[in-house]
């Protein structure tokens, strides 16, 4: 199994345990939704409805 090391910063220890907690979930997923995850997290429309309460509620909702 092919492994690698990255490094995580954030501007507190409770920050660090929420990036590193989902870091983790993510890593469980499958190669190819890993995939569609990145084509999220590079598209601005998607990143707002992730910055927006109301609009993740939504997103919540119709999930």
């Given at each position: 199994m092919a492994k690698t090391e990255i490094t995580v910063t954030a501007s507190s220890d409770?920050?660090?345990l929420t990036r590193k907690k989902a870091l983790e979930e993510v890593n469980k997923l499958p190669t190819d939704?890993?995939?569609?995850v990145l084509k999220l997290v590079k598209s601005p429309n998607a990143i707002g409805y992730l910055s927006s309460d109301i609009k993740f509620a939504l997103l919540q909702k119709f999930l």
């Amino acid at each position: 199994m092919a492994k690698t090391e990255i490094t995580v910063t954030a501007s507190s220890d409770m920050e660090l345990l929420t990036r590193k907690k989902a870091l983790e979930e993510v890593n469980k997923l499958p190669t190819d939704q890993l995939q569609r995850v990145l084509k999220l997290v590079k598209s601005p429309n998607a990143i707002g409805y992730l910055s927006s309460d109301i609009k993740f509620a939504l997103l919540q909702k119709f999930l």
